[in-house]
């Protein structure tokens, strides 16, 4: 290389945003071209300037004698002095002053004291194709330190063991539940609530509402048919609903008792039609609730789309069995007792949601395989880099989540019917269901119910949009996994992906995240084994999660429309009830006070769109080229859902990109 007087680079360090990631150390670099050439140590440092304080950018300019064309690495390290030696970077860019060339050099690390790190530029590369081997396999090693696996609750996803500090919250922002819900209460009027008993009427029920935090949509639609319709395919358990191709044979109802809902047809000619479907939830049969006095419905229900291709309530049953006091309950029954019929059916759908749609298949699932990630891929691994944005708080949330609400005495025990002990039992029986391949592979979970077709059921707006934003990410994920595995032999020759597989498949009993229908069980072969794996991922922590929490509020916080806890026995005929015997049915006034706040509080967005990444890991031109791609198609996506959304009664907003996180941040 030619050697001149003088040249100078300008550099740019990203400090990390995390707790005590600035550090007072000394700093030190080193600059690497090839051939073994490298540059004298150079100390970063700005006079009369604090410099690598947490979330800042700093600037340097450094003189050397060497003149670089090529940058392929650099050499960092601190030496520990001051009070606040440990140091988290983010990124440093280098650029040559003479000729304007850029260098990224993607770092994602602690620096570690005197510890001198190898980055390259770039830093993504497949193990096998790092030169710096040794540095990678012991950072991954401390991360297999700080990322243990443990099943905290029997039978519950496998976790974390303890929360890594780099995983905490590094500013308190919304996710202090407890501080907000204070707070909101306080600035609301409605802490007269706290002291209040039972309702009064419906009309002092609703009435809470108009200055508090907005109107939820079920106020004024809760009564109505259409919108329990609704409820089953453009709200937050949307996934439950099948076409019903045979009368269930445990439903106690006659084809004449159903055919006056069915606009002269029968029953042969509704199935016939694709008109029929059903919800069973015989899975939540026998899960077990927090009080003796308390019941919880196992309900199986049948809907009918009429000639307005609305779907409506035709037959519920409370329980699996057929019974004397177990009727089927009808749009003709007298309207309190098919009102009481509906929100009892609402009861078990609210048990399931929380406990599996939610919580189990969102967040704690999602919690394994994060941790997973960590333990088993080098943060220069290009599999790392696109799945880190989407990982984004998920532990943390979950800590603190898993403290405040779902302990002892906790929300769940205080607003809910089943309690934590029924909540972790039907978890438990969940998981055990739950399969990528299908549960967590939307294209099948919609065929598997016969839903696929979407002129089957029309005004099934989660599926609608859902099925876009599914295939923008799986077209992300294959063109990026493509970009990388360009030959099969490079999956095989990948021992993080392959051990990545292992740890996600084995079994929890022995130390693995136990999850179900991975493709080829984790032994990845193909391009479309990963594809599919991580698309699954990628969607469930996105679009899975923004559908089923952020209408929470809407759903949850008038307690008639959706309750997950009711007082008294279930209707054991069609004796006629009264508002009355709704009200003595709905939880008291500090209870709905507390679930007012609360999904309000996770009802809240307050992270990034999908695709516009808090942390930008990704700076691989083609990697790039194939991220700015995806954000196209969901530019386009967002604007076919805001049109569709122009003809919706209500407008589906739950899925348009510009809502939807990247991560399950709250």
């Known amino acids: 290389m030619e050697l001149s007087k003088s040249y100078n680079y300008k550099i740019q360090v990203k400090t990390g945003d995390k707790k005590g990631a600035g550090t007072d150390a000394n700093v ?57 030696a440990a140091w988290y970077v983010d990124w440093i860019e280098v650029t040559i002053e003479e000729t304007g060339d850029i260098f990224i050099f993607p770092v994602f690390r602690w620096i570690k004291e005197n510890y001198h790190y190898r980055i390259r530029h770039l830093d993504t590369c497949l193990p096998k194709n790092d030169p710096y081997h040794k540095q990678r396999e012991m950072e991954l090693e401390e991360k297999r330190e700080m990322y243990k696996l443990v099943v905290k609750v029997q039978g519950a996803p496998i976790q974390v063991k303890e929360i890594p500090s780099d995983e905490q919250f590094s500013f308190e922002y919304k996710w202090n539940i407890a501080k907000r819900k204070m707070q909101m209460i306080a600035t609301s009027k409605l802490h007269m609530l706290l002291n209040g008993a039972n309702w009064e009427s419906l009309f002092d029920l609703t009435n809470v509402y108009s200055d508090a935090f907005g109107i939820p949509e079920g106020v004024n639609k809760w009564s109505n048919d259409i919108y329990f319709g609704s409820q089953r395919i453009s709200s937050m358990n949307h996934s439950l609903i099948k076409l019903c191709t045979a009368m269930p044979q445990k439903m106690n109802i006659t084809e004449d008792e159903l055919k006056p809902f069915l606009e002269g047809w029968s029953i042969p000619q509704v199935i016939q039609a694709n008109r029929l479907f059903i919800i069973d939830l015989e899975v939540i049969k026998d899960i077990p609730v927090r009080s003796p006095e308390l019941i919880l419905t196992c309900p199986i229900a049948l809907f009918f789309l009429n000639g307005k291709k609305q779907l409506v309530p035709i037959a519920i049953q409370l329980f699996q069995e057929k019974r004397e006091d177990n009727p089927v309950f009808i749009p003709t029954d007298p309207p309190h007792t098919w009102l009481m019929a509906k929100m009892w059916y609402n009861l078990g759908d609210a048990s399931y949601h929380q406990s599996l749609t939610h919580l189990a298949f969102t967040h704690l699932l999602m919690e394994g395989v994060c941790v997973v990630s960590h333990r088993q891929l080098s943060q220069s691994h290009p599999i790392f880099k696109l799945l880190a944005p989407h990982f984004l708080y998920l532990i943390a949330i979950n800590s603190r989540g898993l403290d405040l609400l779902v302990a002892p005495n906790g929300w769940v025990d205080k607003t809910m019917t089943i309690g934590i002990t029924g909540m972790f039992s039907l978890i438990a029986r969940g998981i055990k269901i739950w399969k990528m391949d299908t549960h967590g592979t939307l294209p099948e979970d919609l065929k598997r119910r016969g839903l696929l077709n979407t002129n089957i059921l029309p005004g099934y707006h989660f599926r609608d949009d859902a099925l876009l934003l599914y295939q923008a990410i799986k077209n992300y994920v294959s063109k990026y996994v493509k970009l990388y595995y360009d030959k099969p032999e490079k999956i095989f020759d990948d021992w993080e992906i392959m051990s990545w597989g292992n740890e996600l498949t084995k079994a929890r009993e022995k130390g693995g995240c136990g999850i179900l229908g991975v493709p080829n069980n984790g032994k990845f072969e193909t391009v479309e084994d990963l594809t599919i794996t991580l698309t699954s991922i990628i969607y469930t922590c996105s679009v899975g999660h923004a559908s089923t929490n952020f209408p929470q509020y809407d759903e949850y916080a008038f307690p008639p429309n959706y309750p997950a806890c009711l007082k008294g026995t279930p209707p054991k005929d069609k004796s006629p009830l009264t508002e009355h015997d709704i009200l003595i049915a709905l939880p008291d006034k500090p209870t709905t006070l507390d679930i007012m706040t609360v999904t309000k509080i996770l009802s809240d967005r307050g992270t990034n769109s999908i695709g516009d990444f808090e942390v930008q890991y990704i700076f691989d031109p083609p990697a790039k080229k194939i991220v700015n791609e995806f954000r196209e198609e969901l530019k386009d996506i967002s604007k076919t859902i805001k049109e569709r959304n122009k003809k919706r009664e209500p407008p589906y907003i739950w899925l348009d990109p510009d809502f939807v996180p990247n991560s399950i941040s709250i």
Do not use: C
């Open 28 to 84: 030190r670099i080193i600059f690497h071209g090839k051939d073994g050439y490298k540059s004298e140590p150079k100390t970063l440092d700005e006079f009369f300037r604090n410099d690598f304080e947490a979330g800042n950018i700093d600037s340097f300019i450094v003189s050397l004698e060497q003149n670089f064309d090529k940058i392929d690495a650099i050499e960092l390290w601190q030496d520990g002095t001051g009070l606040f």
